[in-house]
């Protein structure tokens, strides 16, 4: 079955500098990635996603880049803000069976603790 | 317009006791998945329910069921529990079945402890 690996586990940034979350995975049926928020305490909230029929997606301060060759995605964030600290867990699924339908669930990756010191 | 809501928030629960947990869709979703998240884990994934059925199940044993009603609510039952079902519980929504997930709505979540 698919399995999600997300690196670093825990990253520390300075207010105004760029992260990088790293996530490899091994399905290659896999064709949506999302990406999810998790602040102490709180749901997952999806801040992003992208489809293996794109390879860049961009939102603001937060892109997403895709290498299907490779098998791997990563998260950019920048011009980071103290309000951007929490988890933020990488997955990869299914979505769209033969009939153009169906969802796949979600793997997830293990998480990575952003810190952004003021 | 509501997101996903699930009831209760906290639970504890003896070992070897049974529990329901709830959970409603956000409105215009028929799909529910089940995750469990242990402390400092990923959510894993449980069962997925659309139109009153089980679609797809993850890698948990039979004590794990669940439900699913007429108006897309569902309820994940757990019996004879370990200390080791302890976690945050998410309850997660997406559009219609046939269609390509635009992203799945996660509630706030249940968080079970076993004592």
């Known amino acids: 079955g698919e399995n999600v690996e997300q690196h670093p586990s825990t990253l520390s940034v300075q207010e105004g500098d760029s992260a990088v979350i790293k996530c490899t995975y091994s399905d290659s049926a896999s064709n949506y990635f999302p990406w999810y928020k998790q602040e102490l305490g709180k749901r997952p909230q999806l801040i992003i996603d992208?489809?293996?029929?794109?390879g860049e997606k961009k939102d603001q301060r937060i892109a997403v880049t895709l290498n299907k060759t490779a098998k791997h995605f990563s998260l950019h964030i920048t011009e980071t803000q103290p309000e951007d600290s929490a988890v933020y867990f990488c997955a990869a699924s299914i979505s769209g069976g033969i009939y153009g339908g169906s969802q796949g669930n979600l793997i997830f990756g293990k998480g990575t603790k952003l810190s952004v010191k003021p | 317009d509501a997101g996903v809501t699930q009831s209760p928030t906290h639970l504890i629960k003896t070992r070897g006791q049974q529990v329901t947990l709830r959970c409603s869709p956000k409105?215009?979703?028929?799909?529910v998945s089940w995750y469990q998240q242990a402390l400092g884990q990923g959510p894993q994934f449980i069962f997925q329910?659309?139109?009153?059925?089980?679609?797809q199940r993850g890698n948990f044993p039979d004590r794990f069921s669940g439900h699913q009603f007429p108006n897309y609510s569902s309820e994940l039952n757990v019996n004879a529990l370990l200390l080791g079902d302890s976690a945050l519980y998410l309850c997660a929504s997406s559009r219609p079945y046939r269609q390509p997930t635009d992203g799945y709505t996660f509630g706030s979540g249940t968080r079970l402890t076993v004592v």
């Open positions: 409105s215009g979703h028929d799909t």
């Open positions: 329910y659309y139109e009153e059925e089980e679609r």
């Open positions: 992208i489809r293996s029929n794109v």
